[in-house]
Structures are given as C-alpha cells and as structure tokens.
C-alpha cells in the first residue's frame, strides 16, 4: 500500500522510497532525481547526481540476494546528498578495472563525482552515501 503524505514544507527537503531494485529502477530513479534537483534550483547537479544514483542502486541490483533498498535524496545547503541502504552486510569495494572489464568502475565514478562518499555499517546492513556540491 502506498502512503502519501503531505510535505511539512514546500518543496520538501528529502525524498525517500522503498522498492526492490528491478532492471529499470535506476531509470525511474533519476527521473526521480531530475524532477527533484530542478525543485530545489540545482539542476546543474543533475548528471553528477543521476550518475551517482545509478551507480550506487547498480550495486544494489548486482551484489545484494534480495535487491532491497532503501533511497534517500536530501537537500543540504550546497547540494544533495544521496543515500541507499541494503540489508547486506557485505560492504562495497572499490576494484581496480582494466579497460576490458565490463564492471568494477561505480566506485572510483563516484569518487569522482561526489566531494565525499562513505559506507556506513548498521544494526543490519549498510548505507552508502555521497554528497554532491555545487562547486
């Protein structure tokens, strides 16, 4: 069952969904995304944030058994911060690809792209995060 509240604020600070990552989530998410970054006036984040959304539900849809997760995008005072959170214990690892290698790269992208990440262990699983700045 779906529940809609109202925002205590307009446009609200954060939005946040539950699903079980299929094979077009990241699409709708950035779409999500997108809609978002242009509400709070940061749509010059919009490819480094969609980017680093795709990357990190990716993960979610490659490494975790029941592809579970939980969204979160946040507006801080410089940008957005996007979270996703798994019931898997096991925490990504950044892997040195070769140029042939078809996966291993969605760590080092958003290294790139987010003025910080971090993965944060708890009670159970994990939540990666990033933080995307207007610069």
């Not at 539950?18 to 984040?45: C, E, F, K, N």
């Not at 911060?81 to 958003?110: C, F, K, M, N, Q």
Request: aromatic share 6%.
């Amino acid at each position: 069952m779906n529940v809609i509240e109202e925002p205590a604020e307009f446009p609200p600070r954060r939005y946040r969904v539950a699903l079980t990552v299929g094979d077009h989530s990241p699409r709708h998410l950035r779409r999500i995304a997108r809609a978002y970054l242009r509400l709070w006036g940061m749509h010059q984040l919009t490819d480094a944030a969609e980017l680093a959304l795709t990357e990190l539900v990716t993960n979610v849809h490659r490494h975790v058994p029941d592809r579970w997760c939980t969204v979160t995008l946040l507006r801080t005072d410089t940008g957005v911060r996007i979270e996703v959170y798994d019931r898997s214990p096991s925490s990504p690892t950044r892997r040195s690809a070769s140029e042939w290698d078809e996966s291993g790269r969605g760590l080092a992208l958003i290294a790139r792209l987010a003025d910080k990440w971090e993965v944060v262990p708890e009670l159970v699983g994990k939540t990666v995060r990033c933080e995307v700045s207007v610069r």
